[in-house]
T-cell receptor, first 115, second 112 residues
Framework: AQSVTQLGSHVSVSEGALVLLRCNYS??????LFWYVQYPNQGLQLLLK??????LVKGINGFEAEFKKSETSFHLTKPSAHMSDAAEYFC?????????????FGAGTRLAVHP | SQTIHQWPATLVQPVGSPLSLECTVE??????LYWYRQAAGRGLQLLFY??????ISSEVPQNLSASRPQDRQFILSSKKLLLSDSGFYLC???????????FGNGTRLTVT
């Protein structure tokens, strides 16, 4: 069965520092993987997606993620954190069933950025 | 372009009262539709999904129900709310099997 584990429920970085949010997945089939961001009291916004093409995926707001099959990982990175990056981040894997797909989410990582 | 609307944005309801949350999608046809709930400390839980009018699948047994009376309308309901129904409810849509989900802005429900 598909599942996602996000390591670290809270991550704190300084402005300008590297952001690394960890995600490991479990899937019995080649996975489709996603990262979403959620700002307070808002819905989830798609940051980037991996759908079996290039293993290094670039997303919005300077974020990128690398799919590593050998490590079953899909970690999210950004070279230089900005104050506006403070939010909660969710990794998700697709579960296919019939004619539709369901997203299975990790528990989320709250990113704090301090001056 | 496609847009998704959810309302209301916030709602405070007493225990035992009914509930109706509405979600509509514009700019697409025959979307897959989803209701998720986000409760404190419990992450995102899929409640219902629908692949077409009148076709509803439930993920977990609970006090809630869903309906899809029109192609791009998805409604979440309850006859009698419980305290445990409090949370942040998110509607989402997907154009197809290999596409990501796109979320609405959510409804914050507080049951008192």
């Amino acid at each position: 069965a598909q599942s996602v584990t996000q390591l670290g429920s809270h991550v704190s970085v300084s402005e300008g520092a590297l952001v690394l949010l960890r995600c490991n997945y479990s899937s019995s089939v080649p996975p489709y993987l996603f990262w979403y961001v959620q700002y307070p009291n808002q819905g989830l916004q798609l940051l980037l997606k991996y759908t079996s093409a290039a293993t290094l995926v670039k997303g919005i707001n300077g974020f990128e993620a690398e799919f590593k099959k050998s490590e079953t990982s899909f970690h999210l990175t950004k070279p230089s954190a900005h104050m506006s990056d403070a939010a909660e981040y969710f990794c998700a894997v697709t579960l296919f069933s019939g004619g539709y797909n369901k997203l299975i989410f990790g528990a989320g990582t709250r990113l704090a950025v301090h001056p | 372009s496609q847009t998704i609307h959810q309302w209301p944005a916030t709602l405070v309801q007493p225990v035992g009262s009914p509930l109706s949350l509405e979600c509509t999608v514009e700019g697409t046809s025959n979307p897959n539709l989803y209701w998720y709930r986000q409760a404190a400390g419990r992450g995102l839980q899929l409640l219902f999904y629908s692949v077409g009018i009148g076709q509803i699948s439930s993920e977990v047994p609970q006090n809630l129900s869903a309906s899809r009376p029109q192609d791009r309308q998805f409604i979440l309901s309850s006859k009698k709310l419980l305290l445990s129904d409090s949370g942040f409810y998110l509607c989402a849509w997907s154009p197809g099997r290999y596409s990501p989900l796109h979320f609405g802005n959510g409804t914050r429900l507080t049951v008192t």
